[in-house]
């Protein structure tokens, strides 16, 4: 069965550092992949998603996440954290050939300390 | 609107009271979903429909909850005879086809209080 497992509940940076949100899956069969970002009293946003192709993905806002297959990772980075990203992030998982389910890990909230 | 719509923003409401959400997705999305987040917690998948059909209502947590969609477009969510254990931010998205690889669109939440 397919799972997401977001490492850390709580990742707090400084402003103008690197940002790595982690996230790790399980699946049977090639995934696709994506980041949600959840600011306050709003609904997610997507950021970001892996289907085929370049496993370096940039999306919204300047970040970018690897998919590696080898360590069933699709962490999301940052080189410099900004007090706007301040947020919850979620990664999500659904599979090739798949139903539409999206499965979804615990969430990541992002603080950025001034 | 380009997004999707959700209303109320916020319903608060007495224990024991029906209560209706409504969605409107992204005009020609054919795939909707409802999700409920409660406070601090990840997303949990409620329904979905492909077009006027909901194929999988497995994540309905009780018959208390319901869901419709009509005309390709506007769903409703109603749950009947709330509880306390309803509150929390319920939240649609809409997607352009259904397939694994399609982005889901998220619409801002309807916030239910339960008093």
């Known amino acids: 069965a397919q799972s997401v497992t977001q490492l850390g509940s709580h990742v707090s940076v400084s402003e103008g550092a690197l940002v790595l949100l982690r996230c790790n899956y399980s699946s049977s069969v090639p995934p696709y992949l994506f980041w949600y970002v959840q600011y306050p009293n709003q609904g997610l946003q997507l950021l970001l998603k892996y289907t085929t192709g370049a496993t370096l993905v940039k999306g919204i806002n300047g970040f970018e996440a690897e998919f590696k297959k080898s360590e069933t990772s699709f962490h999301l980075t940052k080189p410099s954290a900004h007090m706007s990203d301040a947020a919850e992030y979620f990664c999500?998982?659904?599979?090739?050939?798949?139903?539409?389910?999206?499965?979804w890990g615990a969430g990541t909230k992002l603080i950025i300390k001034p | 609107g380009a997004g999707v719509s959700q209303s109320p923003s916020n319903k608060v409401t007495e224990k024991g009271k029906d209560v209706e959400l409504r969605c409107d997705p992204i005009?020609?999305?054919?795939?909707l979903y409802w999700y409920r987040q409660s406070l601090g917690q990840g997303l949990e998948f409620l329904i979905y429909f492909q077009g006027n059909s909901a194929p999988d209502k497995s994540g309905l947590p009780s018959d208390r909850f319901s869901a419709e969609r009509t005309g390709g477009s506007v769903s409703t969510l109603t749950i009947q005879r709330t509880q306390q254990e309803d509150s929390a931010v319920y939240l649609c998205?809409?997607?352009?086809?259904?397939?694994?690889?399609?982005?889901?669109?998220f619409g801002d939440g309807t916030r239910l209080s339960i008093l």
């Open positions: 005009s020609g999305h054919t795939a």
């Open positions: 998205a809409s997607s352009l086809l259904q397939g694994s690889n399609q982005p889901q669109h």
């Open positions: 999500a998982v659904s599979e090739e050939g798949g139903n539409y389910q999206l499965i």
